[in-house]
């Protein structure tokens, strides 16, 4: 099936084509599992490293949700599971950029059929590919910040390292520039190389070859949108955050008179479980300002609470953190949409086939059918 050809105006459209349950959907769970890979691997981490004397319901007190590796803490073995943890949080969040990216792509085939569960079979399927991608141009990477170190180490040499330094000054320029240009293509593939997976379903060479086309065969028009596409996502999740303050404020304010002081305490107990929020002087205002104009709940002691209290208010705090992931995965369904529209406005015509999405290779066979119509409607026609 062939799509239309796009041009800047429709990046847009990114906003409504991200409203969808299935990206949604798609994103929210890959988000939600590559947070439990990091914090699984985080709390390891903690636990192998000098904190591993604390014990676990110490360190959670410490850390709760959003545990992260102090200096204190790290040794070399903890370093390394950290590490491989974060390696492997990212990795499931571009699986699940992948997933978003063929939702939209499917969309914007006109597609509407097109499943949750198919993208997310479609993603893994590709998960090799994004891998050997990554990889690559993470290591070339690696290769051209090594051979300036090498250099580095050259010079140190007594009389041949001033030397060689100053004659390879030239020569070490252009590898340098060379390097910059890859390390770019290697930042941005994290956003360019699941829209380009879902627009063709290459292999790891062509789609390499394409993540380097993508952002320097046009390199002002690409950084442009690329701009434009961070700004879209911003006031989308900006707008949906203000709807979603907006229904929190009319729940409070309904139920603060009816539920009483417990629910002062529940929603102490709450804000406490996301992260920082407690320690921003402007949300502690905007909660007063609610608080004492509104009538909203306030903030309270909950050192003397019950175990029945503090434990309704865990849940409540979990709850908004679910809502707040719910928030994070529209910006996510947003931002990726966005990279697959971005897509096709640099590379007109291409993507426009019909990529094979289910393991079967129905998209395939449905392509073939459709070159052979044509014959047989001629073979009817000389009858």
């Known amino acids: 099936m062939e799509t239309r050809e796009f041009t800047s105006g429709d990046l847009l459209t990114a906003a409504r084509l991200a409203w969808s349950i299935r990206k949604m959907h798609a994103a929210v769970r890959g988000l939600l599992i590559a947070w439990g890979i990091y914090v699984v691997f985080t709390y390891a981490a903690l636990a192998t490293g000098a904190a591993r004397g604390e014990g676990f319901v110490s360190l959670f007190r410490n850390f709760e ?154 390199p002002v028009k690409f950084l442009l ?47 406490y479980r996301i992260p920082g929020l407690m320690d921003s002087e402007l949300a502690l205002r905007v909660i007063y300002f609610l608080c004492t104009s509104l009538g909203t709940p306030c903030i309270v002691d909950t050192t003397t609470v019950s175990t029945t209290v503090q434990t309704a208010g865990w849940i409540l705090g979990v709850s908004s953190l679910l809502a707040l992931a719910w928030i994070a995965s529209y910006g996510f369904s947003v931002f990726y949409s966005a990279q697959v529209i971005i897509y096709r406005v640099l590379t007109p015509g291409k993507g426009g086939e019909s990529a094979a999405r289910s393991n079967d290779g129905t998209a395939k066979g449905s392509a073939a059918q459709e070159k052979t119509e044509p014959s047989s409607d001629a073979g009817r026609a000389v009858s």
């Open 65 to 218: 949700f959003f545990p992260f590796l102090p200096v204190q803490y790290a040794g070399v073995l903890s370093l390394a599971v950290w590490i491989v943890g974060i390696i492997a949080a990212v990795c499931t969040a571009l699986l699940a950029a992948v997933s978003v990216s063929a939702v939209a792509v499917e969309d914007l085939r006109g597609n509407l059929m097109f499943q949750t569960v198919e993208a997310i079979r479609f993603a893994r399927k590709q998960r090799s590919t994004v891998l050997a991608v990554m990889g690559a141009l993470a290591l070339l990477s690696l290769l051209f910040v090594a051979g300036c170190a090498v250099a580095a180490l050259v010079g140190r040499i007594p009389v041949f390292g001033e030397l060689a330094l100053a004659v390879a000054a030239l020569p070490l320029f252009f590898w340098a520039l060379a390097g910059a240009a890859v390390i770019l293509v290697f930042l941005f593939g994290f956003v360019t190389v699941p829209a380009i997976i879902a627009w063709t379903g290459e292999d790891a060479l062509e789609t390499l070859l394409q993540a380097f086309s993508l952002v320097w065969s046009r």
């Open 225 to 271: 949108l690329q701009i434009a596409a961070r700004i879209i996502t911003a006031i989308s999740m900006l707008l949906l955050g203000l709807l979603c303050f907006g229904a929190l404020l009319l729940i409070l304010f309904t139920a603060a008179p009816i539920a009483g002081f417990k629910l002062n305490e529940l929603f102490t107990i709450a804000l």
